[in-house]
T-cell receptor
Framework: GAVVSQHPSWVICKSGTSVKIECRSL??????MFWYRQFPKQSLMLMATSNEGSKATYEQGVEKDKFLINHASLTLSTLTVTSAHPEDSSFYIC???????????????FGAGTRLSVL | KQEVTQIPAALSVPEGENLVLNCSFTDSAIYNLQWFRQDPGKGLTSLLLIQSSQREQTSGRLNASLDKSSGRSTLYIAASQPGDSATYLC???????????FGKGTKLTVNP
């Protein structure tokens, strides 16, 4: 149980285009999902917290107009990288937190990640 | 602000050896401490979760401990195997919230 699916796993795009990444909780509902970014040989850095039905909360230094997050249902959050540039090339990972279970409320389940390469 | 440090950055051991990975954190108001495994180019696999009221967790050959007073956690791997080769990440919550702050990881290589 508690599987998080992330799609696509790898995307290559031209500079200036937009890319959408999906994060789905397959067998549980997630009121909260998180988006992380990982540059080579660096740790994961939290970009934003996505709450179902409300606006995402962005971490300091993350441009909310560039990284659009939509969490329209309890099982799906999307991250759109708008007008992507080579410096946006990175590994993006989402996680989902179980809703409703007190003991498990702070456990995050992670997707397999999306490698974005902007040419 | 929570900061998480992992030492060493890389470790190479022969198969069968017992080993310890270290993680230190600055904010003792930690809610959860989690250890993950990450294979090259892949996502994260959660190994062990230690909640603030706990001191250790065990799963198979893995044992993780948490000492909030000293700001340290260790991951002990017994009888290491080549399949254990991966990067191990430690993550702690920040300021009593659910936000996870990650260390840079320890890259483990277990040689046959």
């Amino acid at each position: 149980g508690a599987v998080v699916s992330q799609h696509p796993s790898w995307v290559i795009c031209k500079s200036g285009t937009s890319v959408k990444i999906e994060c789905r909780s397959l067998d549980f509902q997630a009121t909260t999902m998180f988006w992380y970014r990982q540059f080579p040989k660096q740790s994961l850095m939290l970009m934003a917290t996505s709450n179902e039905g409300s606006k995402a909360t962005y971490e300091q230094g993350v441009e909310k107009d560039k990284f659009l997050i939509n969490h329209a249902s309890l099982t799906l959050s999307t991250l759109t990288v708008t007008s992507a540039h080579p410096e946006d090339s990175s590994f993006y990972i989402c996680s989902a937190r179980l809703a409703g279970l007190r003991l498990a409320k702070n456990i995050q389940y992670f997707g397999a990640g999306t490698r974005l390469s902007v040419l | 602000k929570q900061e998480v440090t992992q030492i060493p950055a890389a470790l190479s051991v022969p198969e069968g050896e017992n080993l310890v990975l270290n993680c230190s954190f600055t904010d003792s108001a930690i809610y959860n401490l989690q250890w993950f495994r990450q294979d090259p180019g892949k996502g994260l696999t959660s190994l062990l979760l230690i909640q603030s009221s706990q001191r250790e967790q065990t799963s198979g050959r893995l044992n993780a401990s948490l000492d909030k007073s000293s700001g340290r956690s260790t991951l002990y791997i017994a009888a290491s195997q080549p399949g254990d080769s991966a990067t191990y990440l430690c993550a702690g919550t920040q300021g009593g919230s659910e936000k996870l702050v990650f260390g840079k990881g320890t890259k483990l290589t277990v040689n046959p």
